[in-house]
T-cell receptor
Framework: EAQVTQNPRYLITVTGKKLTVTCSQN?????MSWYRQDPGLGLRQIYY???????DKGDVPEGYKVSRKEKRNFPLILESPSPNQTSLYFC???????????FGPGTRLTVL | DAKTTQPPSMDCAEGRAANLPCNHS???????VYWYRQIHSQGPQYIIH???NNETNEMASLIITEDRKSSTLILPHATLRDTAVYYC??????????????FGPGTSLSVIP
């Protein structure tokens, strides 16, 4: 089944404790992206990647890192999480051209 | 800022057509119009997209004005399961190296029994 998976789905952590949210897709898509969603603000793009080893900032990249060493994986790294990074996070992927984005199920992160 | 504007909420009677408008007056020639929807806090789901011509698939129809400054998503026979937040976004095609995606707050559609 074609899908985007994220892990973990739920995470409660404390300020400053490094964490990684994994994202994997099995559709051989070139493009992958991370979004965060907060009440009243809709989805905001954090980082995106056009292909392996190619990443770029979205609208809200501060406090986040990403890497794209393999085509299928696009982990989101929070080196020193803060409470303002408490949010619902979505990973998405799409093929080249005007491809539709496939979204993962979301990761709900709480930083205390 | 989002490149699109949509009404914050709409109601539609079950079984009737739901027409969701979107304004994208600054759209560029190489930008597509995409529609997604999100039910509760699930991952957004792709509905349809188009460049210039009207499009139809099993879920919906997309009507794009001739000047491409606005579009309408049509759900022909709305059901209760269509209650969701609908997002209209514009996105450049793969031909460019710049592919930032901007979602606005969307339209919250309530289908009423």
């Amino acid at each position: 089944e074609a899908q985007v998976t994220q892990n973990p789905r739920y995470l409660i952590t404390v300020t400053g404790k490094k964490l990684t949210v994994t994202c994997s897709q099995n559709m051989n898509h070139e493009y992958m992206s991370w979004y965060r969603q907060d009440p009243g603000l809709g989805l905001r793009q954090i980082y995106y990647s056009m292909n392996v080893e190619v990443t770029d900032k979205g609208d809200v990249p501060e406090g986040y890192k990403v890497s794209r060493k393999e085509k299928r994986n696009f982990p989101l790294i929070l080196e020193s999480p803060s409470p303002n990074q408490t949010s619902l996070y979505f990973c998405a992927s799409s093929s080249g051209g005007a491809g539709e984005q496939f979204f993962g199920p979301g990761t709900r992160l709480t930083v205390l | 800022d989002a490149k699109t504007t949509q009404p914050p909420s709409m109601d539609c009677a079950e079984g009737r057509a739901a027409n969701l408008p979107c304004n994208h007056s600054t759209i560029s020639g190489n930008e597509y119009v995409y529609w997604y929807r999100q039910i509760h806090s699930q991952g957004p789901q792709y509905i349809i997209h188009g460049l210039k011509n009207n499009e139809t698939n099993e879920m919906a129809s997309l009507i794009i004005t001739e000047d491409r400054k606005s579009s309408t998503l049509i759900l022909p026979h709305a059901t209760l399961r269509d209650t969701a937040v609908y997002y209209c976004i514009v996105r450049v095609g793969w031909e460019t190296s710049y592919d930032k995606v901007i979602f606005g707050p969307g339209t919250s559609l309530s289908v009423i029994p």
